[in-house]
């Protein structure tokens, strides 16, 4: 039985993983994903199957009110990564990267998956603020990275700003854009 291509969502609680999954996958059948103000909300991972195309694998989050086997049922599943095509590491675009996001970012260079940032909730910076934030995770991955996308996502769920960039960055490393001739 073939198993279906897989991307992951993980970042601190709160930083907009749930909403970002709705933002980007929302209109496909059966993908009803809850979002909530109170950080620690997702408890277990979820999978959503878009399609027989891929599936996305909604992560708690780390850091405040993480669940407390935290570690032990997101490394056993980075670990192990049966086709985990891409991870997307979420770091609040308003904050830039935190104490508590270091250890995941350890995490995925330690295991050696393949990984890119996105920075969330752009709509509540300021422009100026907001490329700061853009060049210090620019340059935190150019110096101290390994096997992070070299760029970025920039992304706003709430007014659905970069979605479409990410959706076909998605669709991409899963295989299943389609080749225009
Ligand atoms: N302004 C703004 N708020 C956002 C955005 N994305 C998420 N939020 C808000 O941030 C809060 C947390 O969003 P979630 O998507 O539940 O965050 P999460 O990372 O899944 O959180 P946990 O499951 O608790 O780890 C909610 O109140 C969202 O409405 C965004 O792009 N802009
Ligand atoms: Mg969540």
Redesign the pocket.
């Known amino acids: 039985m073939s198993v279906s291509l897989q991307v992951c969502f993980i970042?601190?609680?709160?930083?907009?993983?749930?909403?970002?999954i709705?933002?980007l996958f929302a209109l496909v059948p059966g993908i009803e994903v809850?979002?909530?103000?109170?950080?620690?909300?997702?408890k277990k991972m979820n999978f959503f199957k878009v399609g027989k195309a891929f599936t996305l694998v909604?992560m708690?989050?780390y850091g405040y009110?993480a669940p407390e086997d935290f570690t032990e049922m997101v490394e056993a599943y980075i670990q192990e990564r049966r086709n985990l095509k891409r991870t997307f590491l979420?770091v609040d675009g308003s904050i830039g990267i935190q104490e508590a996001d270091l250890i995941a970012i350890e995490m995925c260079e330690e295991f050696g998956i393949p990984y890119a940032m996105v920075m969330?909730?752009?709509?509540?910076s300021r422009p100026a603020v907001l490329i700061t934030q853009y060049m210090q995770i620019h340059e935190f991955i150019k110096s101290r990275t390994q096997g992070c996308f070299p760029q970025p996502f920039i992304?706003?769920?709430?007014?659905f700003s970069g979605i479409h960039l990410l959706r076909c960055f998605i669709a991409h490393v899963t295989g299943n854009l389609q080749k225009v001739s």
């Open positions: 970042g601190r609680s709160n930083v907009g993983k749930s909403s970002l709705k933002a809850r979002v909530s103000k109170t950080p620690g909300h997702t909604d708690p989050g009110r979420l969330t909730k752009m709509d509540r992304v706003s769920s709430l007014h």
